[in-house]
């Protein structure tokens, strides 16, 4: 099935296809989740940056940027990549997503639907939850301009 897609034009570069398919960290994922299901915030770990594109479905999306801790998030290791979040995503949206305060201003959010792309910079702190249910495809790239 993997063959059966292309990649986008503008994320052909990736410094990863020399490791070979074989060597190579996971990359690329098909994500099928029911209404209310998603991800808990994460950074995405070696220095790759993500494009996901939502096949079915929609999807709201929240980030942060790398210097910008999100509430009720405690970091593990270096990279970011392992995080704790004290609760559940859809209990982080009750408890914090309304807050009003500083790192508030900063986040971003929006919401894909079927056929849209969504772009996510290295470093950047997100979140995602499916407004209903989704499937998406999801790849991780690493280039000379996120290295």
């Not at 690329?28 to 209310?36: K, N, S």
């Not at 210097?67 to 859809?90: F, N, R, Y």
């Amino acid at each position: 099935m993997a063959k059966e897609y292309s990649i986008p034009p503008h994320f052909n570069e990736d410094l990863m296809k020399v490791l070979g398919e074989d060597k190579r960290p996971d990359y690329r994922w098909l994500i099928i989740g029911p209404e209310r299901s998603g991800s808990s915030f994460h950074v995405d770990p070696n220095y790759n940056f993500a494009w996901n594109a939502t096949i079915q479905g929609r999807k709201k999306w929240i980030l942060y940027p790398p210097h910008i801790m999100p509430p009720g998030v405690m970091p593990q290791g270096t990279d970011g990549a392992q995080q704790q979040q004290e609760i559940s995503l859809l209990q982080w949206f009750v408890k914090y997503y309304h807050d009003e305060d500083e790192s508030s201003s900063k986040r971003l959010e929006c919401v894909t639907e079927a056929g849209e792309l969504m772009y996510v910079p290295r470093g950047w702190w997100h979140c995602v939850l499916n407004l209903e249910p989704c499937v998406a495809l999801t790849h991780n790239v690493v280039t000379q301009r996120n290295l």
